[in-house]
């Protein structure tokens, strides 16, 4: 992953997609796990990738850590946007709210395209598909509880639940 930041540093904007596209899964979830006043799940993602963007830009190390640091970022930054250490876009920013990056335009386009793409395959999945990523992921249930809740077969769940995964994954790949 560090040769796509040093490409990124080295001006190749194609780069970025692909570090962003490696950590959409720990964003996903770590999206999921918060509830916070103002913000949606689109929202705590595009965070999340705004997260993974600030880490490219101020990440100086030798590349060996990169991985654990950007991870490690976007936890922490949900952590202090949970916190409220981080104003939401719609608030106005007061003299103490001083970031050592400050997110460029193209960065919160990137990251509200980006958005978009998720919520259009999101929407793609029927209703049943939709339970159970919201099960699942959102919500944390098990499977079994899953299959319980839809009186289905634990395997008739685990086979949607990965073909669900394959279809989001083919209509990201496409997209992103």
């Known amino acids: 992953m560090y040769e796509y930041v040093k490409r990124y540093k080295q001006g190749d904007k194609k780069a970025l997609d692909i570090i962003i596209d490696n950590f959409a ?32 830009n101020m990440y100086k190390g030798d590349g060996k850590s990169f991985n654990f640091y950007c991870i490690k970022a976007i936890k922490q930054n949900f952590m202090a946007l949970l916190k409220g250490e981080i104003k939401h876009h719609r608030e106005r920013p007061t003299e103490k709210d001083i970031y050592p990056y400050k997110f460029t ?33 959102i919500k944390e249930n098990t499977l079994e509880n899953i ?11 685990k086979y949607r639940k990965n073909k669900l995964i394959l279809k989001l994954r083919d209509d990201l790949k496409d997209e992103l």
């Open 25 to 56: 899964p720990i964003i996903f979830k770590e999206a999921s796990k918060y509830k916070i006043k103002c913000y949606d799940y689109e929202d705590l993602v595009q965070h999340g990738y705004l997260s993974v963007i600030k880490a490219v």
């Open 147 to 157: 299959s319980k809740e839809n009186n289905r077969s634990y395997n008739n769940i």
């Open 105 to 137: 335009i193209e960065d919160e386009i990137l990251a509200y395209e980006k958005t978009k793409i998720l919520n259009k395959a999101l929407n793609s999945l029927d209703s049943i598909e939709k339970s159970i990523f919201c099960d699942f992921y």
